[in-house]
T-cell receptor, first 112, second 112 residues
């Protein structure tokens, strides 16, 4: 089955700087890669996703890049703000199987 | 998008008892999922619940412990049976809608 690794497990960034979280996956058939943000006491919230037919997607301060050859994808947050502090999870799945496999999560702390 | 409501949001349960968690979606969806998130951990899929068929359980999860109902396209329940302190977790309902997977806010269970 699919295995998703996520790094780093914790990340502290000065407010205004950029944050990058990286994930690798094992199943070459995976073609959908969402990122979720989970704030304390809440469920995971989808913040951005990418499908395998594109290499990059951007939404305001958030971007995701995908390298299918290397089987890794990354989340980039620019101009970080205190409200970006949360746990971020990457995930992967393929369209033949609608189940998500999650990474282990990254606790991002923005230092004011 | 899909809006998912879960009940209860939080509960403290006695060892040996059972608790049923409800999940209501504002759209008709074919696929619903139940996840468990143990404290400080990532999300683990318990089972997939499709309307009109038996739930499909992941390795390590069994129907006797986690019975699931899916009576229609907008509702599902997960029961955590004969609870022990190891069952203290967040239980999350998730749906596949519009080629995207959404999560509810979770049900936080503490077993004492």
């Amino acid at each position: 089955g699919e295995n998703v690794e996520q790094h780093p497990s914790t990340l502290s960034v000065q407010e205004g700087d950029s944050a990058v979280i990286k994930c690798t996956y094992s199943d070459s058939a995976s073609n959908y890669f969402p990122w979720y943000k989970q704030e304390l006491g809440k469920g995971p919230q989808l913040i951005i996703d990418i499908r395998s037919n594109v290499g990059e997607k951007k939404d305001q301060r958030i971007a995701v890049t995908l390298n299918k050859t290397a089987k890794h994808f990354s989340l980039h947050i620019t101009e970080t703000q205190p409200e970006d502090s949360a746990v971020y999870f990457c995930a992967a799945k393929n369209f033949g199987n609608e189940k998500l496999t999650f990474g282990t999560g990254t606790r991002l702390t923005i230092i004011p | 998008s899909a809006v998912i409501s879960q009940k209860p949001s939080r509960d403290i349960c006695q060892r040996g008892t059972s608790l049923t968690i409800q999940c209501q979606v504002d759209s008709q969806v074919t696929m619903m999922f139940w996840y468990r998130q143990q404290p400080g951990q990532s999300l683990t899929l318990i089972a997939t619940a499709n309307q009109g068929s038996e739930a499909t359980y992941e390795s390590g999860f069994v129907i006797d412990k986690f019975p699931i109902s899916r009576p229609n396209l907008t509702f599902s329940t997960l029961t955590v049976s004969n609870m022990s302190p190891e069952d203290s977790s967040i239980y999350l309902c998730s749906v596949y809608h519009g080629n995207t997977i959404y999560f509810g806010e979770g049900s936080w269970l503490t077993v004492v």
